[in-house]
């Protein structure tokens, strides 16, 4: 973590962004606000989002970030609730979906993240690969499965819930979804400690099968070159808003604006898109100056509902339910 400061060691002013976008589409921006702003020291400090939540909370009577870039919106809901962000309607508030947004402008929506089935093409065909969330439990990928570890994720607890939400059902109870996760806990060989570890093992086959956000295995392929395909789940996925805010109490609240702006036009989702394989959230972005895979995911993939008030409300609990009832206790069932 960094030593965050006021001002950097050749006196200009550092601008703290607390972020789960990773290093690369990260150093991008750093360097292009930077350029356009030679009295600004970007620093940014890349964790999951459920770590910024709580970052967020432990200094929230000093903060230290400026901008919080990256998170699901059932993040920042809870974010909002707790008083932790700064109210901001930015210039292009017009050209979101409503479910994109704040009724009360704490954040806007960047990216549409679509959760996925990934696999490593190398070992797996694609005729024998999963094609929905129950294939995953088939007792063939007992013991290939490999996921991130679901509580400093955004991406994996939104899986997790969405499953949870998916079984309740007239019951009204969490009972079946944790049945379904105690089944996916069973042929779950690892939870990988970070995004790195969990890219690296399903590329050296370590775990054949994996459940993440389309974005970044889109990016395992086309960048870095690992084989790994996707497959989008054919009853539907959860499909996460991904959003910005300002921090509550920003010592730098016109740059913190200025950067919000600086990373959310259209020119610069258009290249997030291209280079960093996002999908934008604006509709004003024509659909032809993005990638064809962003085209292609547009016309395949069915949007699971998800309740976000439930989501809010149930979420921490569930998960604290699956850290100590459900994780690694499956195995041998």
Known sequence: MLALTACSGDGRTVLTI????????????????EKAHPNVDVQWVDMGSQDVLDRLRSEAANPQADVWFGAPTEVFDRAAAAGLLMPYKPTWAGVVPPEAKSESDLWYGTYLTPEVIAYNSAAVSEADAPKDWDDVLDPKWKGKVIIRDPLPSGSMRAIFGAMIVRGMGASGTPDSGYAWLRRLDASTK????????????LGRQEGLISLYDMPDIAQLRGRLKIPVQY?????GTPVLVDAIAIVKGTKHADLAKQFYEFVTTPAALEEASNSFYRIPARTDIPLDSLPQWVRDAKTKIKPMPL???????HLDEWMRYWDSNIRNRSKKS
Do not use: M
């Open 18 to 33: 607390y972020s789960p976008h990773g290093k690369d589409l990260l150093e991008h921006y750093e360097a292009g606000f």
């Open 190 to 201: 690892e939870y990988a400690l970070d995004p790195g570890v969990l890219y690296q093992k």
């Open 231 to 235: 497959v989008i789940p054919s009853s």
């Open 307 to 313: 309740d976000r008030a439930l989501l809010a409300k």
